[in-house]
């Protein structure tokens, strides 16, 4: 059964203060590893696709990496709009369906 | 930015009451999807659905459950007789089949009672 485990739950730092969120994994076969962000009431919203270990992709003050076991977002100088909870989700080769982790809630104070 | 539309936004509805939740994809997508968010859990799929069949589901989608794409813009979730677990957010989803991520729309809250 494919597991995605995020860490940690909540996470609050000041603003311009960076940080990391993990993504730890396991899939029988990975098609794809995803971010996305979700805002309260709101549907994700996609961030990144990686597809294979040593794969890094930026935007803005985000990046995401990846390893055969976890992923780590990284977030540079934040600001308070970056405020949101951040999903990690795999895909399985052969599967439709994506299957999250519970997220880490981002609170950034200015 | 072309969304993923999701009507209505909330619905209340008695318990073993028939409720029908819609969504109207991007337009050129193909692949479109169904996954819920009880409140303070994980988003979990529920179905995947392409060339108006359904592709996967999960084994939370049983026979309580039903997708239609009933005509060229529309992709509906029926579950036909609620129970007071099926209160969550409801999500749909589409994507190309070239890029493999999929457009969340906005939502809609279920509330049974």
Known sequence: EDQVTQSPEALRLQEGESSSLNCSYTVSGLRGLFWYRQDPGKGPEFLFTLYSAGEEKEKERLKATLTKKESFLHITAPKPEDSATYLCAVQARGADGLTFGKGTHLIIQP | ?113
């Open chain 2, 1 to 113: 930015e072309p969304e993923v539309t999701q009507t209505p936004s909330h619905q209340v509805t008695q318990m073993g009451q028939e409720v029908i939740l819609r969504c109207v994809p991007i337009s050129n997508h193909l692949y479109f999807y169904w996954y819920r968010q009880i409140l303070g859990q994980k988003v979990e799929f529920l179905v995947s659905f392409y060339n108006n069949e359904i592709s996967e589901k999960s084994e939370i989608f049983d026979d309580q459950f039903s997708v239609e794409r009933p005509d060229g813009s529309n992709f509906t979730l029926k579950i036909r007789s609620t129970k007071l677990e099926d209160s969550a957010m409801y999500f749909c989803a589409s994507n190309t089949g070239q890029e493999i991520y999929g457009t969340f729309g906005s939502g809609t809250r279920l509330t049974v009672v």
